[in-house]
């Protein structure tokens, strides 16, 4: 009965989905509370860290963030920068480098996330 259970514990976690969040427009430096530079990946597990607190709004936010990561074991984190210095955008104008840069990566990590 127990093997059964593990077994049917370790497919549930196989099954749940998996998140790809990608931070367009990200202008932040990825760096943790000490200053030191994080990757994106590292900056949302920060991120999906509880924080200390006892009001409503810290333990609602709390909520979410458990439920984030129970859900999701598999988790992947992408940052864009604007894709141009004037706002609002306008694409069929001249398109930022680092943008472009940011898209093709992005596009190779998606491809590798799916498989």
Do not use: W
């Not at 989905?17 to 760096?31: A, C």
């Not at 898209?103 to 190779?108: A, P, Q």
């Amino acid at each position: 009965m127990l093997e059964k259970n593990v077994a049917l514990s370790k497919h549930k976690r196989n099954a749940t989905p998996s998140l790809f969040m990608v931070l367009r427009d990200f202008g932040l430096k990825l760096e943790n509370k000490i200053g030191d530079t994080v990757t994106a990946n590292k900056y949302l597990e920060d991120a999906l860290e509880e924080q200390s607190g006892v009001s409503q709004a810290m333990m609602h936010k709390n909520r979410i963030r458990r439920s984030i990561k129970e859900l999701f074991h598999q988790r992947q984190c992408e940052t864009m920068v604007l894709p141009s210095e004037k706002l609002p955008v306008n694409f069929n104008e001249e398109i930022r480098p680092e943008f472009v840069e940011d898209l093709h990566r992005l596009s190779d990590k998606i491809i590798s996330f799916l498989r």
